[in-house]
């Protein structure tokens, strides 16, 4: 309780300090008229004070805090105020996800000496970082040195050099952002240059919970937005069991404390990917983990068994032509980026609990069709409904889609995707022709991977 009491001290007194300073920022910058026009623009009333200084800050301390927040913004943009804009923005971003100093070298590092093409556009770092005085007292500007030492087609200064001249190791995580995108400005890469550099940023900004993401175009040419991915589950996979083809195998812990489990009985039933997730799992993780479980030395080879095994674990119709179509349709195109489509994934595991129930009624949804964990801490659940999802037989039965959909809710919550398709999409597309169902699943997975940012 304690520690929330202090952050919104801490909150309070940082939103006095912002005020005052725009107060005084307002009174060196503007004339009594120019405030007032100011905020009338704005439909922003007047606070009375006894002097420019103190009209400015009451005015704004009379307003809700956002709305004071967005208008001190708008005055330092306007005025090019780079410190006033860093204070509202850490006052803003607190408890959002930060771009960490790690982050910041790595891309850094892969930036290397061409920020801009060929070393830095000084007119671009200007409009981000205050770059007013003498890099010291008797030397040229600050903006001399940056020309000296960082621009040309042989620069001396690399990224980190820069990053450390100009403060972008240690400012708000939205400035380090516009930073990044600054990079992608179409004006200084062609569209593969852009595009390249954007899928590289995006690996490494993922970790912090971030992405680069084509938001528009101008004059053809594509622009990119640092973004937070979306909200992901929290907490990383521990225990993933799939592709299940007979009876349920009877699980025990040989490790409760670290969540390690064994396979007790009915090993041959599932299979349990008992390596460590990072960030998403992909096709490629999946085919190594295999070749290391069967002592396979041919990645060829391990792909084509393990195929078949998943394959094994569908029902016949469209599961089995959903997965061969998913990898049909994407594995030469994604190549290593190929997120896993894992199929039959437990979900709830309680085979034991289940015999104690007085009313033997087993968790909801013990299994999910099929599950893709991607970057970020995205978990993506794919199910293909049949007649059994909503019907008792030949009858509709709405106790089962009512718990259907809120087994639905209750991942939703989590921070899960949930995506069904109904059977009849692939009876109908089946009766349309092959090709029918290839675009039915071509169409869906696109527009996934462009909503998840996996080119």
Not at 353 to 368: H, N, P, W
Request: negative net charge.
């Amino acid at each position: 309780m304690a520690s929330g009491a202090d952050a919104n001290m801490q909150d309070n007194n940082l939103l006095e300090e912002i005020l005052e300073a725009a107060g005084c920022r307002f009174r060196d910058a503007m004339r009594g008229v120019d405030i007032d026009t100011f905020f009338t623009n704005r439909s922003v009333a007047l606070v009375d004070g006894d002097s420019k200084r103190t009209v400015a800050r009451n005015t704004l301390a009379s307003l809700p805090q956002q709305k004071a927040l967005q208008l001190v913004l708008e005055f330092a943009e306007q005025t090019k105020d780079i410190p006033l804009q860093d204070a509202v923005f850490r006052l803003q971003d607190e408890g959002q996800p930060a771009i960490t100093a790690i982050t910041r070298d790595r891309i850094a590092d892969l930036l290397a000496t061409r920020m801009h093409g060929e070393g830095v556009r000084p007119d671009i770092i200007c409009a981000l970082f205050d770059l007013s005085g003498a890099a010291d007292f008797f030397g040229p500007s600050k903006v001399d040195e940056l020309r000296i030492h960082a621009t040309g087609s042989e620069p001396t200064w690399n990224a980190r050099d820069v990053f450390e001249f100009v403060g972008a190791t240690a400012c708000p995580t939205r400035r380090f952002a516009r930073l990044v995108e600054s990079t992608l400005d179409p004006r200084i890469r062609d569209a593969d240059a852009q595009g390249t550099l954007a899928i590289a940023l995006s690996e490494i900004l993922l970790i912090d919970g971030y992405e680069v993401a084509r938001t528009g175009e101008i004059s053809g040419r594509a622009t990119y937005t640092v973004r937070q991915v979306r909200r992901g589950v929290e907490g990383r996979p521990k225990n993933l069991i799939f592709a299940s083809i007979g009876p349920k195998p009877r699980l025990g812990f040989s490790d409760a404390i670290d969540n390690e489990i064994i396979v007790l009985d009915h090993a041959a039933s599932c299979l349990i990917f008992d390596l460590p997730i990072g960030n998403g799992l992909t096709w490629l993780d999946l085919v190594r983990w295999w070749m290391q479980r069967e002592s396979l030395s041919n990645l060829v080879e391990a792909r084509t068994a393990l195929g078949k095994r998943l394959i094994a674990s569908l029902d016949d119709g469209p599961e089995k032509h959903l997965f061969a179509a998913y990898f049909r349709l994407f594995s030469e195109k994604l190549g290593e980026r190929l997120p896993a489509l894992i199929p039959q994934v437990y979900l709830h595991y309680d085979p034991e609990i289940v015999r104690r129930l007085s009313d033997k009624q087993a968790l909801f949804r013990q299994r999910m069709d099929f599950l893709m964990l991607l970057p970020g801490r995205q978990r993506v659940v794919i199910e293909i409904d049949g007649k059994h999802h909503y019907a008792d037989g030949d009858r509709a039965d709405p106790r089962r889609y009512a718990r259907m959909v809120e087994a639905d809710r209750a991942l939703r919550l989590r921070g899960y995707e949930v995506f069904r398709f109904g059977g009849a999409e692939f009876s109908l597309a089946n009766e349309a022709g092959h090709e029918a169902v290839e675009r039915l699943i071509a169409s869906f997975f696109r527009q996934l991977f462009d909503a998840h940012g996996v080119n």
